[in-house]
């Protein structure tokens, strides 16, 4: 089983549609993070969570919301997306969030909003 | 702003060296990660330099400068499977990580 796992891989969506992302870790690390990678751009940090407790919201638009049940699982609801949501979203986990730990990252799910 | 930079594209040949370049403008600073990223997959962290000076790890060794600003990453000769995206990131002074867009490395035969 690898470290971080992440359902679906690949997602087609119209824009009137309600969708989830998941993340799951195995690694018994206490932080969370979603991510948007867009080609030929920079990583956007999303959300983070350290402890259960959403530390990070980078001016995310409400049409993403993150839910983080227990340390071990995420997830990233999708409602009313635009076609500029089109992206890789990455999950990642670290042992702890403020600190210099490395991230360990998901494969990701490639979205297309239609 | 906070800001990384890094070449977007470079082309080695197998067997070669090739040297990785970032530099950086950040608010504060509390270590600088590489990663590297096949097409397709994630993210896996390859080094982490907070002190100045070189780190090496096998094939790769990663070095940093902090009053330059500067770092670098250096991959021995190179194999196919090197073939991949290097993403550079420092962690700021709010232990936030500020990316690079990444580096496409290709390695020809």
């Known amino acids: 089983e690898t470290g971080v796992t992440q359902t679906p891989r690949h997602l087609v969506m119209g824009m009137t549609n309600k969708k989830s992302l998941k993340c799951e870790q ?4 206490n932080a969370m993070y979603w991510y948007k990678q867009s080609a030929k751009k920079p990583l956007e940090l999303m959300f983070v969570y350290n402890f259960k407790e959403q530390t990070e ?3 995310v638009p409400s049409r993403f919301s993150p839910e983080c049940p227990n340390s071990s699982h995420l997830f990233l609801h999708l409602h009313t ?4 949501d089109s992206a890789l979203y990455l999950c990642a986990s670290s042992q702890e969030a403020g600190a210099s730990y490395e991230q360990y990252f998901g494969p990701g799910t490639r979205l297309t909003v239609t | 702003g906070q800001n990384i930079d890094q070449p977007t594209e470079m082309t080695a040949t197998e067997g070669a060296i090739v040297q990785i370049n970032c530099t950086y403008q950040t608010s504060g600073f509390n270590g600088l990660f590489w990663y590297q990223q096949h097409a397709g997959e994630a993210p896996t962290f390859l080094s982490y330099n907070v002190l100045d000076g070189l780190e090496e790890k096998g094939r790769f060794s990663s070095f940093l400068s902090r009053s330059k600003g500067y770092s670098y990453l250096l991959l021995k000769e190179l194999q196919m499977k090197d073939s991949a995206s290097y993403l550079c990131a420092v962690l ?6 500020i990316w690079g867009a990444g580096t496409k490395l290709i390695i020809k035969p």
């Open chain 2, 92 to 97: 700021d002074s709010n232990y936030q990580l």
């Open chain 1, 26 to 29: 195995h690694l018994g690390h």
């Open chain 1, 57 to 59: 919201n980078n001016s």
């Open chain 1, 81 to 84: 997306l635009q076609p500029e």
